[in-house]
């Protein structure tokens, strides 16, 4: 059965950091188009940013860029998410997602706070 299990969310100081980690596990598997999603108070979730099959480069959402990084590694499949100058409006549920096996797959999410 597939899992993917987030930590790294917790309440920071507005200016502050935080380094979201997902990894998915289960059988024997590829995770592609591993990614973050966020979802704000009263919202949709929307992207945060995200990696697609046959690129190398991720995808932001373009009001993040430059603030929050994505990273993997695709021998755990992992995916990281470091986000930096953190503001209140960033507070939020994120939440890691992948396709495995042609299913996309989501975390049960992980709450971040950015208090000012």
């Known amino acids: 059965q597939v899992q993917l299990v987030e930590s790294g969310g917790g309440l920071v100081q507005a200016g502050g950091s935080l380094r979201l980690s997902c990894v998915a596990s289960?059988?024997?598997?590829?995770?592609?188009?591993m990614g973050w999603y966020r979802q704000l108070p009263g919202n949709m979730r929307v992207l945060v940013a995200t990696?697609?099959?046959?690129?190398?480069?991720?995808k932001y959402d373009n009001s993040l860029k430059g603030r929050f990084t994505i990273s993997r590694d695709n021998a755990k499949n992992a995916v990281h998410l470091q986000m930096n100058s953190l503001k209140p409006e960033d507070t939020a549920v994120y939440s890691c997602?992948?396709?495995?096996?042609?299913?996309?797959?989501w975390g049960q999410g992980t709450q971040v706070t950015v208090t000012s």
């Open positions: 997602t992948a396709v495995i096996n042609g299913h996309r797959y």
């Open positions: 289960g059988s024997d598997f590829v995770a592609n188009d």
């Open positions: 990696f697609t099959s046959g690129s190398d480069s991720a």
